[in-house]
């Protein structure tokens, strides 16, 4: 683990021996407990009780000609916190306090970490005044300040198919809280109208359609269910807000809102009537700017409310419970119908207690007790084709991947299964004819002789098991 450094006092460790405050065997002492908890030096010093928190405040404040505010009782402009971001807020200790003109006023536990002052510049086009700030005051500031801002704020609902969150539009507003509002009532709109699936693209300037033009903006589109899928506009957010509202976005997602030339994924939770609903945020680079889409999902049901056939739900309770003769659970349907909930129910329910089940998912929707579940992660390398590479010395019963992208991963996943493994994975299909046909391809030869269970999802009231048996007629 890196230790977590403080370019300020690194650099002026020296002159603390110099200036006698503390001796150059303390120094090194201090270095050393750094390291072993992970703490910069001046944390060290402070908590080895070699030199106090306010001399060395003081000490620094004398050194770089930069003021100490103490931050007990301050009462920062909450207008501030807009530009900088929780995450960045918590990984750089600093804080804003105020702004007069252009200028940015920033506490900071680190004010020579000039990465991060260049960070906030490039990405706000402010001036950064810094003031030296003591890390723990500045880290309970943060925890106060962005409580109700690093979080989606409660949705209720109105049982009215007729809203629309441009109503709640303010299109000259930038504050944190219309920011807030503008995302809630997006969010709130696509629950009210049955939407799971929403994305933002750029809205250049165009020619006329029929009697309206295009407008510059962030359009917000919903994918809605009308005779089979289809992308809906449902209003632009203003070019003013676009970049504060992404930006906002980005940081309730985890996603890092300086960074827009790679693709990232990340989630964000949200209380909806009081359940908590799941929302995976992918932004991807394009031409145009970037796309972010947003899927919305559900807590799973029960396995009883989702009316399947009781024999065949004995069938398959038998199958994960006989998971050491291996074989792979499918589940089917078309864009949206439900295959990842259903999944989430029978591994919530059906799984037997003696059974090791490990899941790899982008991002895992809800914790499911009794499954050791697994997020791929890009960003460090942890990726499908690694899982797949290191998931035998593991030993699952049971694995859940999300699903199968490559001819190496489908031929990986139905070799687990020759080794007592057995499979639950999740495939694309409108119909049991597009099944058909899709399985035709000789690649999915070996993959069918190992299927002991599919799970058609023709529609949310109807959801059909099929066992080995009666799965040969339809996929010969």
């Known amino acids: 683990m890196d230790l977590i450094n403080n370019k300020t006092i690194e650099k002026l460790k020296y002159d603390l021996v110099r200036d006698a ?154 504050s944190e809280d219309n920011l807030q509002k503008l995302l809630r009532s997006i969010l709130k709109s696509a629950i009210v109208k049955g939407v799971h699936e929403l994305y933002f693209e750029n809205a250049p300037m165009g020619p006329a359609v029929g009697d309206e033009a295009l407008s510059d903006g962030l359009s917000v589109n919903f994918k809605m269910n009308r005779a089979g899928y289809e992308i809906s506009q449902m209003g632009t957010i203003p070019s003013l807000l676009v970049k504060p509202f992404v930006a906002k976005l980005k940081a309730l997602a985890g996603l890092d809102p300086t960074v827009s030339e790679i693709p990232q994924l990340g989630k964000l939770d949200f209380n909806v009537d009081n359940t908590v609903l799941t929302t995976s945020v992918s932004a991807f680079p394009t031409i145009n700017g970037e796309r972010i889409s947003l899927k919305i999902y559900h807590p799973p049901k029960s396995v009883q409310e989702l009316n399947l056939d009781t024999s065949k739900v004995g069938y398959l309770k038998n199958a994960l419970e006989n998971s050491s003769q291996g074989g792979v659970i499918l589940v089917c349907g078309g864009a949206l119908s439900g295959k990842t909930h259903v999944i989430y129910s029978v591994l919530s329910e059906l799984i037997p207690k003696n059974r090791t089940v490990m899941s790899f998912e982008s991002v895992v929707k809800y914790k499911i007790g009794g499954v050791y579940q697994c997020e791929l992660n890009e960003n460090v390398g942890f990726n499908l084709d690694k899982a797949m590479r290191f998931i035998e010395f593991q030993s699952p019963d049971i694995v859940y991947f999300e699903g199968i992208a490559t001819r190496e991963g489908l031929d990986f ?64």
């Open 21 to 174: 405050l503390v001796t150059f065997d303390e120094l090194e002492g201090a270095g050393e407990l750094a390291v072993a908890q992970n703490i910069n030096v001046g944390a060290a010093l402070i908590n080895s009780g070699v030199i106090s928190e306010e001399v060395l405040l003081k000490f620094l404040e004398e050194k770089l000609h930069i003021p100490y505010v103490d931050l007990e009782g301050y009462e920062i402009d909450k207008k501030c916190l807009e530009f900088i971001t929780f995450k960045e807020a918590s990984n750089y200790r600093i804080l804003p306090l105020f702004q007069i003109e252009d200028t940015l006023t920033v506490a900071m536990a680190d004010p020579l970490d000039l990465f991060a002052v260049e960070n906030i510049i490039e990405r706000t086009g402010k001036l950064i005044e810094p003031v030296i700030s003591s890390e723990n005051s500045i880290l309970k500031k943060i925890n106060e300040y962005y409580e109700t801002t690093s979080k989606v704020q409660d949705i209720k609902l109105e049982q009215s198919a007729d809203y629309d969150w441009q109503d709640e539009l303010h299109a000259t507003d930038l």
């Open 413 to 476: 996943f139905t070799s687990l299964t020759l080794k007592n493994k057995t499979m639950i994975t999740e495939f694309l299909a409108d119909n049991m004819d597009d099944l058909r046909k899709k399985f035709s391809y000789p690649e999915f030869s070996t993959f069918k002789s190992v299927l002991s269970c599919l799970i058609f999802i023709h529609n949310q009231n109807s959801i059909e098991i099929f066992d080995r048996e009666s799965l040969k007629k339809y996929l010969v």
